[in-house]
């Protein structure tokens, strides 16, 4: 059973186009966080959510607590963009905190 | 600043080889974590230690030991390595204990490590 679900699992798309990747999760979450793996396996944290949405350059995130779902957005899509988009949750309970990510969403902008 | 720097880059090991995986975070953070990345699976969360001088387990902490040496420095010590333990593992860091939503994460470069 994975606790965080991301479709696509693998996405092309033309340079300039608008991209969509989404997040399901099925646990009550304190955070939400989208991060980014590039091709030489680093890894950045893009956005943290608990709540609405995030915007920083063409990228924007959203979050609906109630329907359990987040998705990250990048507008203008660039050759650049071409990564993993992984999407982990924090939950908080009395034995703390657990974090589950998701598999990640492959991206290939292709110019 | 250097953020989070792991050491070794790669490591190649056999069966009951043991060996320290170290890590340093330059930034002052409280929080730092180990993961393993597998193919098809996400990352895990082996230990963490939310503080200076505490550590606790995370979702696969069987056959991983670690030690929070300092407020910089956080190894992982595999004690007798097995296959299964082939992955990349990536160590983390956060100001503080990954609680609220502000909490960033800074990951090192990663350890790829294949044990034979």
């Known amino acids: 059973k994975n606790e965080v679900e991301q479709s696509p699992q693998n996405l092309t798309a033309q340079e300039g186009e608008f991209i969509t990747i989404n997040c399901s999760y099925s646990?009550?979450?304190?955070?939400l966080h989208w991060l980014q793996q590039h091709p030489g396996g680093g890894i950045v944290s893009l956005f943290m959510l608990s709540s609405g949405k995030k915007k920083h350059g063409r990228l924007i995130a959203t979050i609906n607590i109630q329907e359990k779902h987040s998705s990250l957005h990048i507008t203008a899509s660039h050759p650049r963009d071409s990564a993993v988009y992984i999407c982990a949750v924090v939950t908080t309970g009395t034995g703390g905190n657990q974090f589950y990510f998701g598999t990640g969403t492959s991206l290939t902008v292709i110019p | 600043n250097a953020g989070v720097t792991q050491t070794p880059k790669f490591q190649v090991l056999k069966t009951g080889q043991s060996m320290t995986l170290q890590c340093a975070q330059d930034m002052n953070h409280n929080s730092m974590y180990w993961y393993r990345q597998d193919p098809g699976m996400g990352l895990r969360l082996i230990y963490y230690?939310?503080?200076?001088?505490?550590?606790d387990k995370g979702e696969v902490p069987n056959g991983y030991n670690v030690s929070r040496l300092n407020k910089r420095e956080f190894s992982l010590r595999l004690e007798s390595a097995a296959p299964s333990q082939t992955s990349v593992y990536f160590c983390?860091?956060?100001?503080?204990?990954?609680?609220?939503?502000?909490?960033?994460?800074?990951f090192g470069p990663g350890t790829r490590l294949t044990v034979l």
């Open positions: 646990v009550g979450i304190s955070a």
């Open positions: 983390a860091s956060s100001a503080l204990w990954l609680v609220a939503a502000y909490n960033e994460q800074f």
């Open positions: 230690s939310a503080s200076e001088g505490t550590t």
